[in-house]
């Protein structure tokens, strides 16, 4: 799961609450753009707290300086961000994930650099940020079949599509707006319909 690209309300850290004790979670991903380091620093140790609680762990986007600092369980890297070898060295036996949109090149080449898993998509239309690549379920499938890292795809997933994607053997769902955006159900009520 990743958080909404912006966290404002107070009343967030008690949604997170519940959206976690469905026990549907295995991973929060901390994914704020826009925010000072200041910000992200305490936003994240108040998140750290509830994933503990929760037997979540918390991956920190974009910055293993800040996963570092704030003690979390991992960072994920977009294809901009710090490189894998570098990541690595600073973040030691923790979690690194990896976005490879939808290209088998660098799939493989995070697998062969040691990252922990490897991000596919987008599969579905988002709002949460513009596509520039697009996956697909048969690329979801050639990958797994090459590569033994562990998948987890992104882009649009609801409570329409998600089973298409586990069905093929996507290993995780990183979901956001369907999350913390929905129109008609609150946080925890969404996650409940993932059945």
């Known amino acids: 799961m990743i958080s909404p690209n912006k966290i404002t309300k107070k009343s967030f850290y008690d949604e997170l609450k519940l959206v976690l004790k469905s026990n ?8 704020l753009k826009k925010e000072n380091i ?5 936003i994240a140790k108040k998140i ?8 979540v762990k918390l991956i ?4 293993p300086h800040l996963a570092l600092k704030v003690k979390a369980d991992g960072c994920h890297l977009g294809q901009k961000d710090m490189n894998l070898i570098k990541a ?9 994930g990896m976005t490879c949109h939808n290209s088998i090149k660098l799939a493989k080449y995070a697998l062969l650099n040691g990252a922990s898993y490897i991000a596919l998509g ?3 239309k988002t709002k949460t940020k513009k596509i520039k690549y697009r996956s697909s379920i048969g690329i979801l499938r050639k990958i797994k079949n090459l590569i033994n890292l562990p998948v987890v795809a ?8 998600y089973k298409k994607l586990l069905l093929n053997k996507a290993d995780f769902l990183a979901i956001s707006s369907y999350i913390w955006d929905n129109k008609i159900f609150k946080p925890h009520q969404a ?3 993932l059945k």
């Open 191 to 193: 996650i409940k319909n």
């Open 154 to 161: 992104i882009g649009g997933i609801n409570e329409k599509n």
């Open 38 to 42: 200041k910000k992200k620093i305490n």
């Open 88 to 96: 690595k060295k600073i973040l030691k036996n923790k979690i690194i």
């Open 24 to 31: 549907k979670i295995s991973f929060f991903q901390l994914r």
């Open 48 to 55: 750290k707290k509830i994933c503990k609680k929760n037997n």
């Open 122 to 124: 987008a599969f579905y």
């Open 60 to 63: 920190i986007n974009d910055d």
